[in-house]
């Protein structure tokens, strides 16, 4: 939401571009079964591909073999089939958490929002992953229509961190879907996500990665002339009413729109029930309260940090017209041992989930096919 501009670099307001060539080279082993709609046969030698049409295909990746497109009879059937998603609230530590699930046999899967967003942002993953597998999407705590207490009513320093949300994505798991679950996140829902399976590392079976936050306001990633200043805004921010003046001007349609723009490449994705679905939870009382103290978060984990500590198979994917978060510095992440791939979604921006689904549903459905056994 209007939250989500503050989650990333300061490059965040000014739209970037980064050119991308769809030819490269492959030299590992993968079965084509493991890959939805593709054509070819069992690949096992280095293969040079192009993508001649990348809005028809499902991904590119450093491991995909070539002539890969969607069935669009396939795509067309799978759009069209709806299935009911029911909203719930569970309650975890005393506090109310909103949650939406749908489907009733498979792998459990537990989609996980970005920051400033909530479980609305899978309504178009939803229904169509619960086609096969029992999917569930959490209003974190302090987001969405779940509860948001005010950390200094708590006596803490600080709250709303990645540990308190991977301890209650955990909780979620053993309390409400009662099984272990693939976790599906988007943005710093992946930091999420990482810290909840380096907590608990027996309820996660594996985690795929949607434009992770790189987290470049992290104090170890400002210049050093750079800190106090930083800080010193932060502060006034949190401390004075400048917070507050901030977050009204922002949260407004018109504002959220806008940033939205930014963010997704294909812009027609920005609809008004998109903006309402972002901007309502955020006018909740307590939600400018939740903003100011994420914005001061400049501490905890990092991916990089996380990553290297993960026992489950990890998939990193990345919309490569992210103006927020660089694709070319996100292939650093491809590189850990833990990631068995990296994945390139073309012309596709921040939000891969809500803007590009038919790219990022067969991603999902395929992935886990992998490690469901």
Request: glycine letters at 6%.
């Amino acid at each position: 939401m209007i939250m989500a501009i503050t989650s990333c670099s300061p490059i965040a307001i000014s739209k970037l571009y980064f050119p991308f060539s769809f030819s490269q080279t492959i030299n590992k082993k993968i079965s084509i079964n493991s890959i939805p709609f593709c054509s070819k046969k069992y690949v096992t030698k280095k293969l040079f591909f192009s993508i001649k049409n990348p809005k028809s295909c499902v991904y590119v990746s450093n491991s995909l073999v070539n002539d890969c497109s969607i069935d669009e009879t396939s795509k067309e059937n799978n759009s069209q089939v709806s299935l009911n998603v029911s909203t719930s609230t569970w309650n975890w530590r005393g506090y109310s958490i909103r949650y939406q699930y749908c489907g009733n046999s498979g792998p459990a899967l537990v989609l996980v929002h970005g920051f400033g967003a909530n479980s609305d942002h899978w309504r178009k993953n939803l229904p169509v992953l619960a086609q096969s597998h029992r999917v569930f999407s959490i209003d974190l705590i302090g987001y969405g229509y779940s509860d948001k207490p005010n950390p200094r009513e708590l006596g803490v320093d600080n709250f709303y961190t990645f540990e308190t949300w991977g301890c209650q994505l955990n909780d979620f798991c053993k309390d409400v879907v009662r099984d272990k679950a693939f976790f599906i996140c988007n943005s710093i829902g992946g930091l999420v996500g990482l810290q909840a399976a380096v907590l608990e590392p027996q309820l996660c079976r594996g985690i795929l990665l949607l434009n992770i936050s790189l987290r470049m306001l992290h104090i170890t990633k400002q210049p050093w002339f750079a800190k106090s200043l930083i800080k010193a805004f932060q502060n006034l921010l949190r401390n004075t009413a400048l917070g507050k003046f901030f977050f009204k001007s922002v949260a407004t349609p018109e504002s959220v729109k806008n940033i939205l723009r930014q963010c997704y490449y294909d812009t027609s994705q920005v609809t008004d029930e998109l903006v309402q679905s972002i901007l309502l939870p955020g006018l909740e009382p307590g939600a400018v309260d939740v903003f100011l103290e994420f914005i001061c978060y400049s501490a905890g984990p990092l991916p990089e940090e996380l990553l290297p500590q993960v026992k489950c198979p990890v998939l990193v994917a990345w919309g490569d017209k992210d103006p927020w978060e660089p694709i070319e510095l996100g292939r650093a992440y491809g590189k850990f041992d833990t990631v068995e791939d990296f994945v390139v979604l073309p012309d596709v921006g921040h939000c891969p989930q809500d803007e590009a689904p038919h790219l990022v549903n067969p991603l999902v459905e395929s992935f886990v096919a992998r490690h469901a056994n």
